[in-house]
């Protein structure tokens, strides 16, 4: 107990002594622990939130009545549309109304026959604009255990008297169970999160960890050597680390803490992403709060006990005073990079979704892997600058840089991953982000197409109110012309004159049928790209599997008014247009967008805190080249080429891991293209950091003591 309490007060005195080097890292590694447990609290919550909207999801599944089991209600799917959203509209027919298990979650009493029950985020949007609400009159809002977040768009409606159902309306045993899911899935592919955690939130994190345990590394090994040659045995040695960085680390992690716990039920949706979640859904429980934190905590110390043992083991820090010589560098320092080359290389012989995964684990293996790789690159780099040097400055700049290549290339491991990591995320979102641009839109006439119960719709009541609009139905498209070998056709119950007066022009040939320019501007008013062929309006009539067209002349209010009527209506039925047929950018790209921006903030604090304590550390060696009788211009020039030579080594590894990923990654999907803007515009703005690298030199070299003096 005695040795316990020894050791605590020896570490309580090294972590809060005097020493301005140590007063430093108690600065940057507290500040480094506290943005850490900010950054794995907030991926915490953003975890929280999805794992609640999953479950709640799942509650809302609609359960089919099979076998004997009796059914509770009945249910059809469906869809609105208000812009370019499209949302579930959800028509229900309970057996018996007072049986709870027929009510879907969120919903406390039925509304009236007739009646809608929207959510809270649809109910805010028909507030502000009165032609949504012209949709949904009169009604109520569901609670938030039945969305899955505040701005989720849902409708529910309460059958209508006399109403009916489509074709894929079916009986239902209740809620919550498998079955159809209404609305989006949330369910996140399990190895995907694995990676992308990995890649954009656990890989910084850790480099910011490590960033911030070596600060005044070499103030800490020269105590420890010393305590090492006075005989402190090496289990004691390994509880004074572990103990004197807790002692900086545990306040750091308490302070990030205290800074997100009360932020987080504020927010109403994830930061960068923009996405709206539960009232304080990004506050994870306590339980997973105080995982965080012992998890951190063992990664720091964990941080801690290795840069001990690499001293420990190094001959060049057995005395108090460091004496010449290299520190050891591991060769399996390589291996996770050389991994995840591998791994890019078997993937080009997989397919499918085999070949992405494999990809995609290359590619975060590659950037993992390439920070601790980055030393032993420096170090050759190093050597062969100071075996090719024609000059004592490069000589001299070189086996700095041989000599201690860790602290040379430490602040600039963030830099190295995002060069792997930005090309390829950019290749895939390049991809993703390209959408073909929507057909023109006809000059004089548009449409939009019915689908549901159209054998009861009454298409007098549907077009009240829209002058100069007719209903179409449209047959399933039979065999062609020529045979079962020709190309479907699909019949159009139109007159030869409402589609003249529609389209403001001839549309019928002298034989009846379209002419080229009415069958092209007709097919792109329905939507198909099927040949068409106008029958007598009577003729064809609308049936549950068929569609039925509405076409009138182009006006703002059209689309609008005709889904108003169309949710009005006591038939179910789907409204398809042109806003429904617009592809829209996957939801992913923002979840990508706010990992870069994790990404690139967390390697800026890393390189901040490696530039500041490298200046620190470098004045020390400036003095000693002082005291030797070289100038200021000379140190600032020695230390200025050792910059860049790591700088260069850093650079040029991250942009060729980076050039190859994105390589296996075009080669994996066709729509992929190479990245080869992004590449250059990356090695560019390497170039831009380089130059303020350099400034960032002569600035902190201006302020050393004279020159030649010898250290105090």
């Known amino acids: 107990m005695k040795a316990h309490r020894t050791t605590l007060r020896l570490a309580a005195r090294l972590a809060w002594g005097p020493h301005p080097r140590q007063r430093l890292r108690a600065l940057l590694l507290g500040a480094a622990a506290a943005a850490c447990a900010v950054t794995v609290l907030f991926a915490a919550g953003v975890l929280h939130a999805l794992s609640g909207e999953a479950d709640r999801l799942r509650q809302r599944s609609v359960v089919p009545a099979r076998g004997g089991e009796e059914p509770v209600v009945r249910v059809d799917l469906r869809a609105d549309t208000w812009g370019l959203e499209q949302y579930p509209v959800v028509w229900l027919d309970p057996v018996d109304e007072g049986d709870p298990a027929a009510m879907p979650p969120g919903m406390s009493a039925w509304p009236e026959r007739g009646g809608w029950a929207v959510s809270p985020g649809l109910a805010a949007?028909?507030?502000?604009?009165?032609?949504?609400?012209?949709?949904?009159?009169?009604?109520?809002?569901?609670?938030?255990?039945?969305?899955?977040?505040?701005?989720?768009?849902?409708?529910?409606?309460?059958?209508?008297?006399?109403?009916?159902?489509?074709?894929?309306?079916?009986?239902?045993?209740?809620?919550?169970?498998?079955?159809?899911?209404?609305?989006?899935?949330?369910?996140?592919?399990?190895?995907?999160?694995?990676?992308?955690?990995?890649?954009?939130?656990?890989?910084?994190?850790?480099?910011?960890?490590?960033?911030?345990?070596?600060?005044?590394?070499?103030?800490?090994?020269?105590?420890?050597?010393?305590?090492?040659?006075?005989?402190?045995?090496?289990?004691?040695?390994?509880?004074?680390?572990?103990?004197?960085?807790?002692?900086?680390?545990?306040?750091?992690?308490?302070?990030?803490?205290?800074?997100?716990?009360?932020?987080?039920?504020?927010?109403?949706?994830?930061?960068?992403?923009?996405?709206?979640?539960?009232?304080?859904?990004?506050?994870?429980?306590?339980?997973?709060?105080?995982?965080?934190?012992?998890?951190?905590?063992?990664?720091?110390?964990?941080?801690?006990?290795?840069?001990?043992?690499?001293?420990?083991?190094?001959?060049?820090?057995?005395?108090?005073?460091?004496?010449?010589?290299?520190?050891?560098?591991?060769?399996?320092?390589?291996?996770?990079?050389?991994?995840?080359?591998?791994?890019?290389?078997?993937?080009?012989?997989?397919?499918?979704?085999?070949?992405?995964?494999?990809?995609?684990?290359?590619?975060?293996?590659?950037?993992?892997?390439?920070?601790?790789?980055?030393?032993?690159?420096?170090?050759?780099?190093?050597?062969?600058?100071?075996?090719?040097?024609?000059?004592?400055?490069?000589?001299?700049?070189?086996?700095?840089?041989?000599?201690?290549?860790?602290?040379?290339?430490?602040?600039?491991?963030?830099?190295?991953?995002?060069?792997?990591?930005?090309?390829?995320?950019?290749?895939?979102?390049?991809?993703?982000?390209?959408?073909?641009?929507?057909?023109?839109?006809?000059?004089?006439?548009?449409?939009?197409?019915?689908?549901?119960?159209?054998?009861?719709?009454?298409?007098?009541?549907?077009?009240?109110?829209?002058?100069?609009?007719?209903?179409?139905?449209?047959?399933?498209?039979?065999?062609?012309?020529?045979?079962?070998?020709?190309?479907?056709?699909?019949?159009?119950?139109?007159?030869?004159?409402?589609?003249?007066?529609?389209?403001?022009?001839?549309?019928?040939?002298?034989s009846g049928s379209l002419t080229a320019e009415g069958s092209r501007r007709l097919a792109v008013l329905l939507g198909t790209p099927a040949p068409l062929r106008l029958v007598p309006p009577g003729t064809l009539h609308p049936t549950p599997e068929g569609e039925l067209a509405v076409i009138a002349p182009r006006e703002p209010r059209f689309e609008n008014a005709i889904r108003a009527a169309a949710l009005a209506h006591p038939a179910a039925l789907n409204v398809v247009s042109a806003a429904d047929l617009v592809l829209q950018e996957s939801e992913l790209v923002s979840w990508i967008l706010g990992g870069v921006a994790v990404l690139g903030s967390l390697t800026f604090l890393v390189l901040a805190l490696g530039t500041i304590d490298r200046t620190a550390a470098g004045r020390g060696g400036d003095r000693l080249l002082g005291a030797l009788g070289l100038t200021r211009g000379r140190v600032r020039a020695i230390g200025t080429e050792e910059f860049l030579l790591g700088y260069a080594a850093v650079v040029g590894t991250g942009l060729a891991c980076g050039a190859v990923a994105s390589a296996a990654w075009s080669a994996m999907d066709p729509a992929i293209g190479y990245p080869t803007g992004v590449l250059a515009g990356a090695a560019v703005l390497a170039a831009l950091l380089a130059g303020a690298g350099v400034l960032g030199i002569r600035l902190a070299s201006g302020r050393r003591p004279e020159e030649g003096r010898a250290p105090g």
């Open 125 to 510: 949007l028909a507030r502000a604009h009165p032609a949504l609400a012209a949709r949904f009159p009169g009604a109520e809002v569901l609670g938030d255990a039945g969305v899955l977040h505040p701005g989720e768009l849902l409708a529910y409606r309460h059958m209508p008297e006399g109403g009916a159902m489509g074709a894929a309306a079916f009986d239902a045993a209740g809620f919550g169970g498998p079955g159809p899911s209404i609305g989006e899935r949330t369910e996140v592919d399990g190895p995907a999160l694995a990676l992308a955690l990995t890649g954009f939130v656990g890989l910084p994190v850790v480099l910011l960890a490590a960033a911030g345990t070596a600060v005044s590394a070499p103030l800490r090994a020269r105590r420890l050597a010393l305590l090492r040659a006075l005989g402190t045995p090496a289990r004691r040695l390994r509880a004074l680390v572990a103990a004197e960085a807790a002692l900086v680390f545990l306040p750091g992690l308490a302070v990030g803490v205290l800074l997100w716990e009360p932020v987080a039920p504020l927010l109403g949706e994830v930061p960068v992403v923009g996405r709206p979640v539960a009232d304080g859904a990004l506050g994870p429980p306590p339980w997973a709060t105080a995982a965080v934190v012992a998890g951190l905590a063992c990664i720091f110390a964990a941080l801690a006990l290795v840069t001990e043992r690499r001293g420990r083991g190094s001959r060049h820090r057995v005395a108090p005073r460091p004496r010449a010589g290299r520190p050891r560098l591991p060769v399996l320092r390589t291996a996770p990079a050389a991994a995840g080359l591998v791994l890019l290389a078997l993937a080009q012989l997989r397919d499918d979704q085999a070949a992405s995964t494999t990809t995609l684990a290359g590619v975060v293996l590659l950037a993992v892997g390439v920070p601790p790789a980055l030393p032993a690159v420096a170090r050759t780099v190093g050597g062969r600058m100071a075996d090719r040097a024609s000059g004592p400055r490069g000589v001299l700049a070189g086996r700095r840089l041989q000599y201690d290549p860790r602290s040379a290339v430490r602040p600039l491991y963030g830099v190295a991953a995002l060069l792997v990591l930005a090309p390829v995320v950019a290749a895939w979102m390049g991809a993703v982000r390209h959408l073909d641009a929507p057909p023109p839109r006809d000059p004089t006439a548009e449409a939009v197409v019915l689908r549901g119960a159209l054998d009861r719709v009454d298409t007098g009541v549907l077009l009240r109110g829209l002058p100069g609009a007719v209903a179409v139905p449209l047959a399933p498209q039979d065999s062609g012309p020529s045979g079962s070998s020709g190309p479907p056709v699909l019949r159009v119950g139109l007159g030869c004159a409402d589609a003249a007066r529609l389209l403001g022009t001839a549309a019928c040939g002298a």
